[in-house]
């Protein structure tokens, strides 16, 4: 039973432009949502992170949005960099849960210049 | 800066051997976990550890083991490798409770069984 879904494997975007990376959740009891961005051969490192009682939260080129009705949460690259093509993963905890968070399958970010 | 080492960066082992994967952090964190990445899957929980000596299963525990005997320190047993083995496998930290409940990882140990 997948709790969080990311239905895109793959998203390609033109340098400059705006990249739109979507995660889906089904549990109502999430209080933090985070994103990992993740480059080959390395380990994830965190990206931006949104409390549930929050609808946006931005940190420079990166805003992460929060649509609690829908249990839709998504990532916003604005300009988006060569650079930041890689895996983003999109994660989610439950209050209290000692196994902290529980993660999406990812999404390739290919920035093509 | 939290800095968490994994042992061995890539590692190529035999169906059948034993495959211990090491993993140490520096920042005095109380959960320490392990994952496996594999292509579609995303990150899959294999067992985490929110003390000394305690153990918890993740997702996907079967072939594995872990031990716990120093808090920064949480290693990965594979007791007896198989080919299905093959992947990225991530070990974390993270504080016990308060904060995003981020995670800390190191740099990954890429395991072939062949």
């Known amino acids: 039973d997948q709790q969080v879904k990311q239905n895109s494997p793959s998203l390609s975007v033109q340098e400059g432009r705006i990249s739109i990376l979507n995660c889906d959740y089904t549990?109502?009891?999430?209080?933090?949502f985070l994103w990992y961005k993740k480059y080959p051969a390395e380990g994830p490192t965190f990206l931006i992170s949104?409390?549930?009682?929050?609808d946006k939260n931005e940190d420079g080129r990166f805003t992460v949005f929060l649509n609690k009705s829908a249990k839709h949460l998504s990532l916003h690259i604005v300009p988006s960099q060569p650079g930041d093509s890689a895996v983003y993963f999109c994660?989610?905890?439950?209050?209290?849960?000692?196994?902290?968070?529980?993660f999406g399958s990812g999404t390739q970010l290919t920035v093509l210049p | 800066d939290v800095k968490v080492t994994q042992s061995s960066r890539y590692l190529v082992k035999r169906t059948g051997e034993k495959v211990f994967l090491e993993c140490v952090q520096d920042?005095?964190?109380?959960?320490m976990f392990w994952y496996r990445q594999d292509p579609g899957l995303g990150l899959r929980l294999i067992y985490f550890?929110?003390?000394?000596?305690?153990?918890e299963k993740g997702d996907i525990p079967e072939g594995y083991s872990v031990s716990r005997e120093k808090k920064e320190r949480f290693s990965l047993i594979l007791e007896s490798a198989s080919t299905n083995q093959t992947s990225m496998y991530l070990c974390?930290?993270?504080?016990?409770?308060?904060?995003?409940?981020?995670?800390?990882f190191g740099e990954g140990s890429r395991l072939t069984v062949l």
């Open positions: 974390a930290s993270s504080l016990a409770s308060g904060g995003t409940g981020e995670l800390f």
């Open positions: 549990n109502s009891m999430f209080d933090y």
């Open positions: 949104i409390s549930s009682i929050k």
């Open positions: 994660a989610v905890r439950i209050s209290g849960s000692a196994r902290q968070l529980t």
């Open positions: 920042m005095d964190h109380e959960n």
């Open positions: 550890s929110y003390d000394v000596k305690m153990k």
